[in-house]
């Protein structure tokens, strides 16, 4: 791995973390047990410019983990299953945070777009808004957390012990996602890990042995 790319996939580490945290807060998205006049207020005109900055702050922490999770798929020992693994659940897992996005503001952003004559009822707007978090937690964040684990297993020549213990106790933490909190520690990963990515990005790495 080369120093340019330690470096991109580094900030690419931080910028998923810090994208998703702020994207989180610029939506504001209604959650928990259902509530009508949140979801009004959710859906109101002026909440429609925080959506769509939301939106564009969701797609490039999306962009931000691909570009993290290319650069650690040569952690995992080349032409194993293991590595296979990691690519299949790294690219669930990315397709499930993009689609989740644009779920979970497809409501707001289809009142934006059509103005007040497109009018949603809150209970419907709710459910559009969980299909989202499903789909953004359930899938997202679960098929992470099984990426994180793959790395573990795959990467005992090529990470620090530290490193690949605390990429196993949060892709445990990362299978129950759509708990809510577990995710979180998801975010501090990518964070770590990527601030390790840029403080390391000076040394050359040893080349993962090949299997036959």
């Given at each position: ?53 939301a939106l564009v702050l969701g797609v490039l922490s999306v962009l931000g983990l691909i ?146």
């Open positions: 791995m080369t120093q340019r790319e330690r470096m991109v996939a580094g900030v690419g580490g931080i910028g998923f973390a810090v994208l998703t945290f702020v994207g989180f807060g610029v939506a504001s998205s209604p959650g928990g047990t259902y509530s009508a006049s949140d979801v009004a207020d959710y859906m109101a005109k002026g909440h429609h410019t925080a959506v769509f900055i570009l993290l999770l290319v650069g650690l798929r040569e952690r995992v020992t080349e032409g194993s299953f293991l590595a296979t693994v990691f690519a299949t659940t790294s690219l669930v897992s990315v397709t499930g945070f993009a689609v989740g996005w644009a779920a979970w503001l497809a409501a707001p952003l289809s009142h934006a777009y059509g103005g007040s004559s497109v009018a949603i009822d809150p209970k419907v707007a709710y459910v559009i808004l969980q299909v989202g978090a499903v789909i953004f937690f359930g899938v997202g964040a679960t098929f992470l957390g099984l990426s994180l684990i793959t790395l573990m297993i795959g990467s005992a020549q090529t990470l620090p012990t530290w490193l690949r213990w605390f990429s196993l106790i949060v892709g445990v933490l990362g299978l129950a996602s759509l708990a809510w909190i577990p995710f979180f520690p998801l975010l501090l990963w990518g964070l770590v890990i990527g601030i390790w990515l840029l403080a390391s990005s000076r040394k050359t790495d040893t080349p993962a042995p090949q299997t036959t």
